[in-house]
């Protein structure tokens, strides 16, 4: 009886000895290690999405980069084409020696000026901009497809025309008609040199047109796109007879 009495007052004693102060320290400091993780991981969090919209605002920039470079593309190949016609093919447009008097020009590299594909991702996004995409494509193909037949037309040019009118004396007086001058050339040359001028003269129409289409149609994706209508809006006030009705 008296162990169990002394047990009860060791217990009640060592109980009643508990100091507040301390429990209250130990309180605080679980509190303070909760608020330093909670601070910690907020902490973390937002460091994570500044990092997300500072990419996201770079990739931005990079697209819209991208975007205006397009169209100062767009605008270097217009203005070959446009400047080509002038020069080349306007002044002789209705003279029925064209063939001959359309000169050889030098050869053009058909690898400048052209689309860098890889920066197009922006327009992988959406269906439209999967289209334009693909129009961007098919009429700089018809860019470059004329640039070639322009270079193969100046080779004939000067390879097969010109030694044949060297040949033959043209331009001192003895040819008289295009009919005999025909003959001098002979049906291969004559009619590859006609066929050729015929086809460059329509190529660049062709080429100016679908270039326009696109530039029209890519602006507008891009104004819509970013939000903005910092976007170059070039035109050709003459086109020289690249355009049907406009000058």
């Known amino acids: 009886m008296s162990a169990t009495t002394n047990l009860a007052t060791a217990v009640a004693a060592s109980t009643t000895s508990i100091n507040p102060l301390a429990v209250a320290s130990s309180t605080d400091a679980w509190e303070k290690a909760l608020f330093t993780l909670l601070g910690t991981f907020i902490g973390a969090m937002l460091a994570f999405f500044t990092q997300i ?14 975007a205006h470079r397009i169209l100062f593309c767009l605008f270097q190949q217009m203005n070959t084409i446009v400047l080509f016609q002038r020069e ?12 001959i008097e359309i000169p050889a020009t030098l050869e053009f590299d058909l690898s400048t000026n052209l689309f860098e594909f890889e920066s197009f991702g922006f327009l992988l996004k959406s269906s439209e901009g999967r289209r334009i995409m693909h129009d961007l494509y ?6 470059v497809a004329t640039l070639r037949a322009i270079n193969d037309r100046s080779r004939m040019h000067r390879e097969l025309l010109q030694p044949k009118l060297s040949e033959s004396g043209f331009g001192t007086g003895n040819l008289a008609s295009l009919q005999e001058l025909a003959k001098v050339l002979g049906p291969l040359i004559h009619g590859t040199m006609v066929n050729s001028t015929a086809q460059i003269i329509l190529q660049l129409q062709y080429a100016f047109e679908k270039l326009i289409a696109a530039k029209l149609d890519f602006r ?10 910092d976007f170059t809006e070039f035109e050709f006030p003459e086109t020289y007879g690249l355009v049907i009705g406009k000058k």
């Open 53 to 66: 919209v500072l990419r996201r605002r770079e990739e931005r920039k990079a697209e819209q980069l991208a």
């Open 88 to 99: 080349n093919i306007a002044p002789r447009k209705n003279s029925p020696a064209q063939f």
């Open 138 to 143: 098919l009429a700089q193909e018809c860019y």
């Open 220 to 229: 507008a994706f891009a104004v819509s796109y970013f939000k903005t209508t």
